[in-house]
């Protein structure tokens, strides 16, 4: 049957609402590789424009790093271009268990399976584990795809507030009768920048025999003094029983997550995920860049290090600055503005200045919390960041919200 002109009419209506409401979102066209200086063509047909990228998971700079694209390239030529088949058919090669092996030993676990996206760990991890005999306890902030993961199981959900660990351990007293209690967090969560407290977190899974789940996408690589995670930065390497994480953010941007822990549990979503069972492995050229990325954030923290001394010359500029940021010590720094529009409005004005940020408001953040997400990356240098300070002090200007309180911005501007 044709597509009805009343339907249309429906979807036209809803997407005409978000752009009078200031929550339609719109793709930059990047046309060059990724790094901390790209062009990007904004809106699409307008002239090309070099900016300075602020909000890429690129946090070590590894994406086009010549070792990384040489290895890549060596796999393309000997392994091909992809497997055109899942894992338990006819998809494994031996780069695949190579990077298995590498991760494992990376993280500290006893074995690790691979996903073709670490959205796909947190789809499949949960409904392979667990029963309708089991609980869930999340963070309330964890990640979009552990919500979605939660949704696919039979397990019994329920939440505990952010980072509120007495919360968490009324939720474990409550739950004493499940079969399996798994806490679930984040490491860093994405959106606030703030790292979960995985030492308490542990010490009441030991208290009331609970496992502890950890997505830590958004730590892997640069958290902690080695880089290992939220884990090695909280002095619990080895007690967590779940890590999905994803090759698609510091190690090396590409593509690709997996889950690592447990032996038995990885063994489990081998046999039962169906992200895994049901979709293409990764192909070569990612898994050969995976491998060299490993290498090189297993040979030296030189990278982790700066990416550290960046965020600490980041975060104080924007304070004295004036303006608003989600406290933290993680290369993910909110700027707060509150209001929907406002962040889009700046976010336009500071891609006039050279500065590539996008702005983040509801249904990615709650309503009232629009934003926008600054990321710091290794590969920047003081002269990126100095000139992105300058225009994010010349746009805060602008619009009055320089040393202003939450509650002044809001007045102005509406959440």
């Not at 393309?76 to 298995?100: A, N, P």
Request: proline letters at 3%.
């Amino acid at each position: 049957m044709a597509f009805q002109e009343n339907v249309r009419e429906i979807f036209k209506q809803e997407l005409n609402a978000m752009r009078s409401g200031g929550i339609f979102k719109e793709e930059r066209i990047i046309c060059a590789p990724q790094g901390s200086d790209i062009e990007v063509e904004f809106p699409m047909g307008a002239a090309r424009k070099k900016v300075i990228n602020m909000c890429a998971n690129n946090y070590l700079g590894l994406s086009s790093h010549p070792d990384v694209v040489e290895a890549a390239r060596k796999g393309l030529d000997r392994r091909g271009y992809g497997m055109s088949s899942v894992r338990f058919i006819c998809g494994t090669q031996d780069i695949h268990k190579e990077l298995e092996k590498k991760l494992t030993e990376f993280l500290g676990t006893e074995d690790t399976i691979l996903f073709p996206s670490c959205m796909d760990a947190n789809a499949g991890v949960f409904e392979a584990v667990l029963t309708d005999q089991d609980v869930m306890i999340a963070d309330r902030l964890v990640h979009a795809s552990i919500v979605d993961g939660m949704r696919l199981c039979k397990a019994q959900q329920d939440t505990y507030k952010h980072s509120d660990m007495g919360h968490l351990e009324e939720k474990l007293q409550l739950h004493q009768s499940a079969r399996l209690r798994l806490i679930i967090t984040d490491g860093a969560f994405s959106m606030d920048g703030d790292l979960a407290k995985l030492d308490k977190i542990v010490e009441l899974a030991e208290k009331y025999n609970a496992m502890v789940f950890l997505d830590d996408s958004h730590a892997s690589g640069f958290i902690g003094k080695t880089g290992r995670g939220t884990q090695e930065h909280c002095g619990v390497m080895g007690k967590i029983d779940i890590i999905t994480t994803t090759l698609g953010k510091a190690l090396g941007g590409a593509s690709g997550g997996c889950v690592s822990g447990r032996r038995e549990i990885v063994e489990m979503c081998r046999q039962k995920a169906r992200p895994y069972l049901f979709s293409n492995t990764i192909p070569p050229v990612v898994v050969c860049g995976a491998i060299r990325v490993l290498e090189l954030v297993s040979a030296t923290t030189e990278r982790r290090d700066k990416l550290e001394r960046n965020t600490a010359f980041w975060r104080k500029g924007l304070t004295e600055a004036g303006l608003i940021i989600k406290e933290g010590e993680t290369p993910i720094v909110p700027v707060m503005l509150f209001n929907a529009k406002l962040s889009q409005d700046v976010a336009k004005d500071l891609y006039e200045e050279g500065i590539y940020a996008v702005g983040f408001f509801f249904p990615v953040v709650p309503k009232g919390q629009a934003r926008i997400r600054t990321q710091l990356s290794a590969a920047h240098e003081k002269h990126h960041l100095e000139k992105a300070l300058a225009a994010f002090t010349k746009v805060g200007k602008k619009y009055g919200i320089l040393h202003k309180t939450k509650q002044e911005v809001i007045d102005m501007y509406g959440m």
